[in-house]
C-alpha cells in the first residue's frame, strides 16, 4: 500500500509540476543533440517563433539612426536563447522543457561565407547538456543567405512540452 501511496503522490507531483513534462528523449549520451523525442499524449506544447538576436548597441529613442550590432554567431546565440528563456518563462517553463530546436544560420563574412557551426555549438552549449540543464533537444540547424536585418547571423525556434493542466 506504501509503494501505491508514493507512486501515486509522485504521479500527483508530476501532474501538476508546470516544467515536468514525460517527453522520452532518444540519442547517444555522448551527442549534443537528440535523434529524436516522443511527446506523449495529453501534453501540451508551446511553440515559439523563430527569435533573433536584440541588438548589442539599442537605440535611444529620438536618436539619429544608426546600423545595429548583433556580435558574433556565438554571442547572437546566447542572446537569442536567453531571450526564448524568457518566453518560456511566461508559461512557467525553462530550456529543460524545450524537445525540438530549429536553428538557421547566415554565413559570416569573416569565415569566408560559411555558417559559423562551432560558434553557435558553444551557445548552445550554455543551455543544454549541461550539469545544470542535462536535457538537451532534437535539432536542425541550416546556413540561409539572409535574416531581416544585415548583420543578424542567427534564427532560432524551438518547441517545449508540458503537462496539459486540468481544469
Known amino acids: 500500500m506504501l509503494k501505491a501511496f508514493s507512486l501515486a503522490s509522485l504521479l500527483t507531483f508530476a501532474a501538476f509540476s508546470p516544467s515536468f513534462a514525460q517527453v522520452e528523449r532518444l540519442g547517444s549520451p555522448t551527442s549534443p543533440i537528440l535523434q529524436a523525442a516522443v511527446v506523449p499524449a495529453g501534453t501540451d506544447i508551446m511553440y515559439v517563433s523563430g527569435i533573433v538576436p536584440p541588438p548589442l548597441n539599442p537605440q535611444p529613442a529620438g536618436a539619429p539612426p ?51 557551426f562551432a560558434g553557435m555549438m558553444e551557445g548552445y552549449r550554455m543551455f543544454y547538456g549541461t550539469p545544470e540543464q542535462p536535457n538537451k533537444t532534437a535539432r536542425i540547424t ?26
Open 66 to 116: 544608426v546600423a545595429p550590432i548583433f556580435g558574433d554567431t556565438k554571442t547572437q546565440t546566447i542572446n537569442v536563447l536567453n531571450r526564448i528563456g524568457e518566453i518560456l518563462k511566461t508559461k512557467g517553463l525553462s530550456h529543460a522543457d524545450v524537445f525540438m530546436m530549429r536553428v538557421v544560420l547566415v554565413g559570416d563574412p569573416s569565415k569566408g561565407g560559411a555558417m559559423d
Open 142 to 167: 541550416t546556413q540561409i543567405s539572409a535574416l531581416v536585418q544585415p548583420g543578424m547571423l542567427v534564427e532560432i525556434e524551438v518547441q517545449a512540452a508540458f503537462p496539459k493542466k486540468t481544469p
